[in-house]
């Protein structure tokens, strides 16, 4: 079965420069999340899209933006990076009526030096 | 604040036993529990859920149990085996508030002596 395909997994920054990062769901599915997870953390909640439009949002910086398109793929855009911005990055996507088939995938590891 | 605490950082047990992972929520709004569990350098894998209408659900080895008036669940792997050996993280919702975001515990390693 398709899962959620993150890309890149491992990207390496240098700090002030710009990442992207994106997310295609599951297929059918209509809502999109980004986690982040610091090392030894557990993942806390950036933002979410339905159906192209924010649905919610969480602790992300004024530096990172997110859209979801057409495609209900997702994009993260992070600019002027930190050392802090250091981290696991999670995708994941459901339906929206329920949490059925809340499912994250593999994962964008993001290290900024 | 953390609203979903996990108190106990790591769990040995031993193959064929039980392994009870417990989770202490704060926000009354919270209407839906998740178990995920996750292996390094991999996503979160989910693993059961239950919503707050019910106080226990099960899938196979898997079982929840939810205690709302102590706001605490709790899932037990019965019986244990070494491929269950991972970080578990619980999760909550509030999703009749119309949040369908999870707040996250800080995981539990758990780790299964053959």
């Known amino acids: 079965a398709a899962g959620v395909i993150q890309s890149p997994r491992h990207l390496i920054k240098e700090k002030r420069e710009t990442a992207t990062l994106k997310c295609y769901p599951i297929?059918?599915?209509?809502?999109v999340y980004w986690y982040q997870q610091g090392p030894g953390q557990d993942p806390q909640f950036l933002i979410s899209f339905y159906e192209k439009m924010q649905s919610d949002k969480g602790s992300i910086p004024d530096r990172f933006s997110a859209q979801q398109f057409s495609d209900y793929h997702s994009e993260l855009n992070m600019s002027s990076l930190e050392l802090g911005d250091s981290a696991l990055y999670f995708c994941?996507?459901?339906?929206?009526?329920?949490?059925?088939?809340?499912?994250f995938g593999s994962g964008t590891r993001l290290t900024v030096v | 604040d953390q609203q979903v605490k996990q108190n106990s950082p790591s769990l040995s047990v031993q193959e064929g036993r039980i392994s009870i992972l417990n989770c202490d929520y704060t926000n009354s709004m919270f209407d839906y529990f998740l178990w995920y569990k996750k292996y390094p350098a991999e996503g979160p894998t989910f693993l059961i859920s239950?919503?707050?209408?019910?106080d226990k659900n099960e899938d196979g080895r898997f079982t929840v149990f939810l205690n709302k008036s102590a706001k605490h669940l709790s899932l037990h792997i019965v019986p244990s085996q070494p491929g269950d050996s991972a970080v578990y993280f619980c999760a909550a919702s509030a999703r009749k508030g119309g949040s369908e975001k999870l707040v996250f515990g800080k995981g539990t390693k758990l780790t299964v002596n053959p």
């Open positions: 297929p059918r599915h209509d809502t």
């Open positions: 994941a996507s459901s339906l929206f009526q329920g949490s059925y088939g809340y499912t």
């Open positions: 239950i919503s707050s209408i019910k």
